[in-house]
């Protein structure tokens, strides 16, 4: 007790140098203990955040890691004890900590998180920019190019069957689609079938594909059950890997990238949003509103809004920057398996285990039509430019619908449940079945092509 005092009062007195090297052992977990190990230590875990060892520090709560290395603004547990943002402050009722202490905690995460005084400090994540600006998200001038052909993978993944399509995109501006398997996603190019290759995905099954809005970056995300999620971003003009962002504890069954490209959203079986920026891949927010696993989430096109669903029905409305608001959307009676932002953003359309499509007024958060879709449950959804859905379902058909539930289109020939749908930039109904095939139809019900995975020899 005495030596933690003493040391409190060195750190008062004694101003933090510029040059000076914090660890630690030495530094930071004497203040931990003395200012936060009261509510977050072994056997009384708040918020599941445990500050006695810096394994555990690092791993954080339920919110997600509370140190991000070479950014301590961006650091959940610098934000709470500094008084930034939304972050609870800490320690509760209490003043904000002095500016020395400050200092200690932002000199050691800056410095690169050094352990001990003989352990290495960590280089800080490299920032990567992709920023746009979201107003000039309209239909480009020219179609963006994307890779034509993919060397064959070094280590392919060998099959001996089609995998369920359980991801599938479609380039909103360009003949070329995305489609998910075990450690890889296949592109095709749709304006003469072939196939252009796959890129690896080393972090394990791919469960969300997702292009950006101009087209010009794609999204994989997955990972391994029970263990890690991540997600990352492709170049679709070199096929070369941005950035992988997020380090989720589970697998990644949703997620997005913003509109103007500065965030990403990931969210699975941990029930919880959490939203990252690009440039760094630092925590900005993180919400556990849900009560089972999230199925889907999506940012609004205009970028105010991010939609999140879940296994129980549970649908929310967030603001996307900062998570605040939260409102919950009623009317799921089941699973809401997927959700979709018409491209003005004045509708959000919901597909829903009970075989119900709902569309719900964003501004208001009422329930404005709801239809039967599919016998068995609507397992995906996708909102064409000129306001049309395309549902996919158990039944083993995809369905072309008017916003007053009036369909337009039956499309069959699905050997099995049509998990995923898509338009494609052409605004073609496209969508995966169990079996491994994907089928292109036009908006007439007239099947274009098929495309199937055939299992490596």
Known sequence: MKSALALFALLITAPVRADEIRNFEDHILPLLREHCANCHRPGKTRGGLDVTTMEKLEKGGSAGPSVVVGLAENSPLFRAIAHIGDE???????????????????????????????????????????????????????????????????NAPKHVRALPVMALAANPWAPVIAVGGHHETVLHDLADGHRIGSLPFTEGEVRVLRFSRNGQVLLIGGGRPTASGKVQLIEIKTGKLLTTIGD?????????????????????????????????????WSMKKHADFI?????????????????????????????KNPRLLAGATEAANQLAWR???????AACGDGQALLYDPATGHLVAKWAAHQGGV??????REGRLLTGGHDATARLWDETGKQIALLKNCNTAAFRVAFTNSQHPLFGDWSGTVREWTAEGQEVRSLTARPKN
């Open 379 to 384: 397992l995906s959804i996708a909102y064409s």
């Open 343 to 349: 491209s003005d953003t004045r509708s959000l359309a």
């Open 88 to 154: 609870e402050p800490m320690p509760p009722e209490q003043d904000k900590l002095p500016p020395q202490i400050l200092a200690a905690f932002k000199t050691w995460i800056e410095g690169g998180l050094k352990p001990n005084a003989t352990g290495k400090a960590r280089e800080s994540r490299a920032v990567v920019q992709l920023t746009v600006d979201a107003a000039t998200l309209g239909a480009p001038k020219t179609t963006p190019e994307f890779i034509r052909s993919l060397p064959p993978l070094a």
């Open 248 to 284: 989720d504890f589970d697998v990644v069954l949703a997620a997005d990238l913003s509109p103007d490209q500065s965030l990403v959203a990931t969210a699975g079986p941990e029930k919880l949003v959490r939203v990252y920026r690009v440039a760094d891949g630092a925590l900005v």
């Open 295 to 323: 199925t889907s989430l999506e940012f609004s096109p205009d970028g105010k809004h991010l939609a999140s669903a879940d296994r129980a029905g549970g649908i929310f409305i967030s603001e996307a920057t900062s998570g």
